[in-house]
């Protein structure tokens, strides 16, 4: 069975902080997937990353695959109160369809005005 | 284009009965997953569903079934509910490589 460890759980921080969102395995995974939910909503995708050392931007997001693709991590620059949500990795095993994905249990980020 | 629908939004149920969900995906999408989420648990793949047919099953009892019909909207059931069944059951088309999620069906089970 593949697992997605996710650190921290929980995360406070102050309007313009920096901060970084792990997503660790002892399994390799074809690619993994950042997803960001709100409450009352479904996961919405951020960002795939296929591989290994890949680093990806989305504006002041950056994601980063890494080289043994059994790891992946978030770094938020400057973040703001529109940043607070649930983000979740997510792992696609190999020759495993995108509809089967394992979900690491996610990280509650709250940014503070 | 349309999201990813589902419904109803909320279900209140007891023990021992039987729900059924419903999912609509994107139009032109041919495969949905179903994923049941809780607070303890986060998100736990139950089944994708793929021109009518079971492509995936998670790990999850018989009690829970699903089905896809011809024109890709799919249904998943839960028979003789369980106070653990209470969980928002999340639905999602793929399109690509990408997976569009529905907002949810939020269950309570008392």
């Known amino acids: 069975t593949q697992l997605l460890e996710q650190s921290p759980q929980f995360l406070s921080i102050q309007e313009g902080e920096n901060l970084t969102v792990y997503c660790n395995s002892s399994s390799v995974f074809s690619s993994l997937q950042w997803y960001r939910q709100e409450p009352g909503e479904g996961p919405v995708l951020l960002v795939t990353?296929?591989?290994?050392?890949e680093v990806k931007k989305l504006k002041r997001l950056t994601f980063q695959f890494g080289d043994a693709r059994k790891d992946s991590s978030l770094h938020i620059t400057a973040a703001q109160p529109g940043d607070t949500g649930l983000y979740l990795c997510?792992?696609?095993?190999?020759?495993?369809?995108?509809?089967?994905?394992?979900f690491g249990q996610g990280t509650i980020l709250t940014v503070h005005p | 284009k349309a999201g990813v629908t589902q419904t109803p939004r909320y279900l209140i149920k007891t023990r021992g009965q039987q729900v059924t969900l419903s999912c609509s995906p994107i139009s032109g999408h041919r495969s949905v997953s179903w994923y049941q989420q809780t607070p303890g648990q986060g998100l736990q793949f139950l089944f994708e569903y793929f021109s009518e047919t079971q492509r995936n099953k998670g790990n999850f009892p018989g009690r829970f079934s699903g089905r896809q019909f011809s024109n890709s909207r799919s249904e998943m059931n839960v028979s003789t509910l369980e106070l653990g069944d209470s969980a928002l059951y999340l639905c999602a088309s793929k399109g690509g490589e990408k997976l569009f999620f529905g907002s949810g069906t939020q269950l309570s089970v008392l």
């Open positions: 990353v296929v591989t290994g050392g």
């Open positions: 997510a792992g696609a095993g190999s020759g495993t369809s995108y509809g089967k994905l394992t």
